[in-house]
């Protein structure tokens, strides 16, 4: 694993954070998979979107995989402080194919823990959005 010195940050996504990669879909799927791994993340579910939307509609689409990835500590503290977060568990990470190139891009936890206003899920979220940053970042 390492990092594509020709990868760039995806401007003004304020939701999350991302980069545009000149590696292939599946490699960045696999590097993400591992990526996660070495950031204490477990993969919880995997949608692969493009397989999902020819099976229910019947229409092609890109390669686009969401992987719901949760960290089992963070999560159970955050559960503590705020039993309903669960309806934002798990994050998203996203790997999917644009214009020729790989996209790799992840939520911003403390975006999305925002809409609870408890400020005790405050520190967890910096944690989690620290971690997949550096998933990302990895990739």
Do not use: W
């Not at 993340?41 to 890109?62: A, N, S, Y």
């Not at 568990?89 to 644009?98: A, F, I, K, T």
Request: charged share 20%; glycine share 10%.
């Amino acid at each position: 694993m390492g990092n594509d010195a020709n990868a760039m940050v995806i401007p003004g996504m304020s939701y999350g954070y991302g980069r545009v990669l000149a590696i292939p879909f599946l490699q960045a799927l696999e590097r993400t998979r591992d990526a996660l791994k070495t950031e204490g993340f477990g993969v919880l579910c995997e949608i692969d979107i493009k397989e999902k939307l020819r099976e229910k509609l019947g229409v092609e689409f890109r390669n686009y995989v969401i992987l719901g990835a949760c960290n089992p500590p963070i999560a159970y503290q955050t559960l503590q402080a705020e039993i309903n977060v669960g309806l934002l568990l798990p994050c998203n990470v996203v790997v999917y194919e644009d214009k020729g190139h790989t996209v790799v891009a992840a939520i911003d936890a403390g975006k999305l823990v925002s809409v609870t206003g408890n400020p005790d899920l405050t520190a967890a979220a910096g944690q989690v959005t620290e971690k997949l940053r550096r998933v990302i970042d990895r990739v």
